[in-house]
């Protein structure tokens, strides 16, 4: 039986001297201790639509369609795939975490039998593993997924976005933002402390370099209101001191929230944000409130400190938070994607059993589909999920039975 274990450790011990540039040539000499003879690295490139190939010298592949590809299910589905015509490859997700990095192919005569799955998988965790670790030394990464120049204010935001994905046993995390290379006022950020999921989504005023500035500034000011052990409501203030003081003619929206993965305690700050939605068993049952405070660098307009919003999140609830730029986009006849398309989007995702990554991808796939690929604004979206291995010891203490108000149906577009 091929051990995947040996070709593992061999990369592990080659790697740490090589730069990203010796990655593709590194992976390849790898290949024999699987019993195949080559390996090839896909990248996703920034949109998220096609898989371009991460090549060492003498090697050649074209780029693969993420819609239209055998490699490109591997990535949509996150399984192993392989092809009945062409069975001497195996397409296997490249994943960190559960954060999808493209797809690994392994040539092999053998790749029909099931049993290279596990030695492959093995593989793509220690490649994964080492993509992230060498990126930082050299551009060559950077450089394979970009397919269009990147605009300075878009490379000031993804340079301080965290990971899209993150999971945990019971909670997971995904994000994904449009347009990818002239992007300047969205902006998120989240961190895992103890028991605490600690969660940002700004929208800042303005766009190119101003915006993008002022988004750097914010979460910034974020993350130190967080580290410093400020609680919510005064990393809100916190946050707009900052904003009114260094820019005085600006503003942000913002959706703060704080989730209790031992209880479901989801507890929120909306400061001029578009309303999250809840989802249950599939539905969105009803958007959370808006605004409970001004947004971001405005709060001297008011007397009153920001209001949190506390919900206790049944085991399996999604909460789906996203800037305007999503239901503002356009089609030919002027009408807005809005609220409606929004809700039926992401129930269909649900009801198709689509990991929440691949349904964050295809919502802004089809966003910029509806305005022709032409955002006016950025369109960020982000996806909250909450599955406890077990229901919390006292969860039921804190959470009245369903009723008709619990369950109003399907959120329509006027429910603000």
């Known amino acids: 039986?091929?051990?995947?274990?040996?070709?593992?450790?061999?990369?592990?011990?080659?790697?740490?001297?090589?730069?990203?540039?010796?990655?593709?040539?590194?992976?390849?000499?790898?290949?024999?201790?699987?019993?195949?003879?080559?390996?090839?690295?896909?990248?996703?490139?920034?949109?998220?639509?096609?898989?371009?190939?991460?090549?060492?010298?003498?090697?050649?592949?074209?780029?693969?369609?993420?819609?239209?590809?055998?490699?490109?299910?591997?990535?949509?589905?996150?399984?192993?795939?392989?092809?009945?015509?062409?069975?001497?490859?195996?397409?296997?997700?490249?994943?960190?975490?559960?954060?999808?990095?493209?797809?690994?192919?392994?040539?092999?005569?053998?790749?029909?039998?099931?049993?290279?799955?596990?030695?492959?998988?093995?593989?793509?965790?220690?490649?994964?593993?080492?993509?992230?670790?060498?990126?930082?030394?050299?551009?060559?990464?950077?450089?394979?997924?970009?397919?269009?120049?990147?605009?300075?204010?878009a490379e000031i935001v993804w340079g301080l976005l965290p990971p899209l994905t993150f999971a945990t046993d019971d909670l997971v995390i995904t994000a994904i933002l449009e347009p990818c290379y002239d992007v300047g006022g969205d902006i998120f950020d989240y961190a895992l402390n103890d028991d605490v999921l600690s969660v940002g989504l700004f929208d800042t005023c303005g766009h190119g370099i101003k915006a993008s500035a002022l988004a750097s500034l914010v979460v910034s000011a974020y993350r130190n209101a967080r580290r410093t052990g400020l609680d919510l409501i005064d990393t809100a203030i916190s946050i707009d001191r900052w904003v009114r003081s260094e820019h005085p003619n600006y503003f942000a929206t913002a959706l703060l929230a704080e989730l209790d993965r031992r209880t479901g305690r989801l507890r929120i700050i909306n400061a001029g944000h578009p309303g999250a939605l809840l989802l249950r068993d599939g539905k969105a049952i009803r958007a959370l409130p808006g605004p409970t405070a001004l947004p971001l660098g405005l709060g001297h307009l008011s007397g009153k400190r920001p209001r949190v919003h506390e919900e206790a999140l049944h085991p399996g609830d999604r909460v789906l938070a996203y800037t305007d730029g999503i239901t503002d986009a356009r089609g030919d006849d002027g009408e807005r994607f809005g609220r409606d398309r929004l809700v039926d989007f992401v129930e269909r995702?649900?009801?198709?059993?689509?990991?929440?990554?691949?349904?964050?991808?295809?919502?802004?796939?089809?966003?910029l589909t509806y305005q022709q690929?032409?955002?006016?604004?950025?369109?960020?979206?982000?996806?909250?999920?909450?599955?406890?291995?077990?229901?919390?010891?006292?969860?039921?203490?804190?959470?009245?039975?369903?009723?008709?108000?619990?369950?109003?149906?399907?959120?329509?577009?006027?429910?603000?």
């Open 349 to 367: 995702a649900l009801n198709d059993a689509l990991p929440s990554p691949e349904t964050m991808r295809r919502l802004v796939r089809a966003v």
């Open 1 to 153: 039986m091929v051990d995947g274990g040996d070709a593992a450790r061999w990369l592990q011990l080659h790697a740490p001297r090589g730069g990203p540039d010796e990655l593709a040539l590194l992976v390849t000499r790898a290949a024999p201790a699987v019993g195949a003879t080559e390996i090839v690295i896909y990248l996703a490139d920034y949109t998220q639509s096609s898989l371009v190939p991460l090549l060492g010298a003498g090697q050649t592949r074209d780029e693969l369609m993420i819609e239209t590809t055998l490699a490109g299910r591997a990535f949509t589905s996150v399984e192993v795939q392989r092809a009945t015509d062409n069975p001497d490859r195996l397409w296997v997700p490249l994943l960190l975490g559960c954060e999808r990095l493209g797809v690994l192919e392994v040539v092999s005569p053998a790749a029909g039998d099931p049993a290279l799955d596990r030695p492959a998988w093995e593989i793509a965790v220690n490649v994964a593993q080492l993509l992230v670790n060498r990126r930082l030394y050299g551009d060559v990464v950077e450089r394979m997924r970009r397919r269009l120049p990147m605009q300075v204010a």
């Open 373 to 416: 690929d032409q955002l006016d604004d950025d369109a960020t979206a982000l996806f909250l999920e909450w599955q406890p291995p077990h229901p919390p010891w006292g969860h039921l203490e804190h959470v009245t039975a369903p009723d008709s108000r619990d369950h109003p149906g399907p959120v329509a577009a006027s429910e603000v």
